[in-house]
């Protein structure tokens, strides 16, 4: 079992910049996977970064590539999500998740997920 906590979200101007953490507790050597997720109100909820957990090399979606970093501290447990140069369009509920079962890290199918932290951006 894996538990995860967001923290770090919040209102901001457009052009601001937020940081979100997720602290990650229990069976982590289970995690193949780790990503941020977003859901707007009404929309679906997409990936935005995605790493496979321990290792540097990060995905990320077309919308946030250039002014969102995704970081792991594989020391504290913890995932980080930069967010730099935020847009009005960047506001939503983010998710930290992680999974278990092996292949490609890029996909909805997370198997432990955070309760989210919403990010409001006004413009």
């Known amino acids: 079992q894996v538990h995860m906590v967001e923290s770090g979200g919040g209102s901001a101007q457009a052009g601001g910049s937020l940081r979100l953490s997720c602290a990650v507790s229990?069976?982590?050597?289970?995690?193949?996977?780790m990503a941020w997720f977003r859901q707007g109100s009404g929309k679906e909820r997409e990936v935005i970064a995605a790493m496979l957990t321990g290792m540097p090399t990060t995905l990320y979606a077309a919308s946030v590539r250039g002014r969102f970093t995704a970081s792991q501290d594989n020391a504290k447990n913890t995932l980080s999500l930069q967010m730099d140069n935020l847009k009005p369009e960047d506001t939503a509920m983010y998710y930290c998740?992680?999974?278990?079962?092996?292949?490609?890290?890029?996909?909805?199918?997370?198997?432990?997920w955070g309760q989210g932290t919403q990010v409001t951006v006004s413009s």
């Open positions: 229990g069976d982590t050597s289970s995690t193949v996977c």
């Open positions: 998740a992680a999974r278990i079962q092996g292949g490609n890290c890029w996909t909805t199918a997370y198997t432990y």
